[in-house]
């Protein structure tokens, strides 16, 4: 079974600009959850997704954005970067949500120049 | 407000010693996850658990739901355990909601 995969894995842009960034789950998952990790603040959830509609967001401001396909590919849009939007950003896919095992892609780093 | 707190946050050990990592948790959850990851990003899921204990290989998962408390076993530990391992918990009530995740071990064993 293929894993989890993130495109692209890395990208830079210049602040002010927009991003977008894809996950493909495992076949079957219909839960996707996007995370972002900086070396200050860790680990943090940005959403959830589940059969095409967002659950549940964490503490991000409106310019972090996502959604998810019928066929539950996730995508997650960053407008007006920041400079402290430079950060590893995960996804992870499930069966459930957060009780149920997650499967991480390998993550897309991206660098706000 | 869930908090998740873990211990060590740096751990150096010889190869061939026995690990604890410990995990503590402020409010009631449907499940305890335990994670490694690699330099280079990669996250790979060790354990979900929520309660008593799970073995894999060298890797043992124990949790005290009434303690609120998980602790993470390396038996024999080798050079190719060094990573960071990280704990995760998702609230009760559902799975709509995402992981509070602690701030991660640090483990690097020696040869």
């Known amino acids: 079974k293929a894993g989890v995969t993130q495109t692209p894995r890395y990208l830079i842009k210049t602040r002010g600009q927009q991003v977008t960034l894809s996950c493909s789950p495992i076949?079957?998952?219909?839960?996707v959850s996007w995370y972002q990790q900086t070396p200050g603040q860790g680990l943090q959830f940005l959403f959830e997704?589940?059969?095409?509609?967002?659950?549940n967001k964490g503490n991000f401001p409106g310019r972090f954005s996502g959604r998810q396909f019928s066929n539950s590919r996730s995508e997650m849009n960053v407008s007006t970067l920041e400079l402290g939007d430079s950060a590893l950003y995960l996804c992870a896919s499930s069966l459930g949500g957060a009780s149920y095992e997650q499967y991480f892609g390998p993550g897309t780093r991206l660098t706000v120049t | 407000k869930n908090e998740v707190e873990q211990s060590p946050q740096n751990l150096t050990a010889q190869e061939g010693e026995f690990i604890t990592i410990n995990c503590s948790y402020s409010v009631g959850i449907s499940a305890l996850h335990w994670l490694q990851q690699h330099p280079g990003g990669g996250i790979v899921s060790l354990f979900m658990l929520s309660s008593g204990k799970k073995k894999h290989g060298r890797l043992i998962a124990t949790i005290n739901i009434q303690e609120k408390h998980s602790s993470l076993h390396i038996t024999a530990s080798h050079p190719r355990d060094s990573a960071v391992y990280i704990c995760?918990?998702?609230?009760?009530?559902?799975?709509?909601?995402?992981?509070?995740f602690g701030k991660g071990t640090h483990l690097i064993i020696q040869p």
């Open positions: 997704y589940f059969s095409e509609t967002q659950r």
């Open positions: 076949s079957g998952h219909r839960s």
């Open positions: 995760a918990s998702s609230l009760s009530g559902g799975g709509a909601d995402g992981l509070t």
